[in-house]
């Protein structure tokens, strides 16, 4: 069994900062790709933030040089750093990950999400 816990989320004014972490637990051989995802209410799905294994990352356009993604492979955990938060950065934040299993398998998991709100 495999579990991914999203935490860190909350309420916080446009200009603050929050960081998100995504922890996963349970019969794990290795974690390949992960990400941060964020849905915002009546919209799809988003990719925010990606990282692979060995670090390299990627953004989403619109949280350039405003979030960082980081990972801990030794502790499978991922994390978000958010700076200079703006109110249409509100939404609930998912982490995905793409875990090999001691089978060698892969399977896709997402994070239940964590809610983040940013008041103007």
């Known amino acids: 069994q495999v579990q991914v816990v999203e935490s860190g989320g909350g309420l916080v004014q446009a200009g603050g900062s929050l960081r998100l972490s995504c922890a996963a637990s349970g019969s794990i051989f290795s974690i390949n790709a992960m990400g941060w995802y964020r849905q915002a209410p009546g919209k799809q799905r988003e990719l925010v933030a990606s990282?692979?294994?060995?670090?390299?990352?990627n953004y989403a356009d619109s949280v350039k040089g405003r979030f960082t993604i980081s990972r801990d492979n030794a502790k499978n955990t991922m994390y978000l750093q958010m700076n200079r938060l703006k109110p249409e950065d509100t939404a609930v934040y998912y982490c995905?990950?793409?875990?090999?299993?001691?089978?060698?398998?892969?399977?896709?998991?997402w994070g239940q999400g964590t809610q983040v709100t940013v008041s103007s």
């Open positions: 990282i692979t294994r060995s670090g390299s990352t």
């Open positions: 995905n990950a793409a875990i090999v299993d001691y089978q060698l398998h892969s399977y896709d998991y």
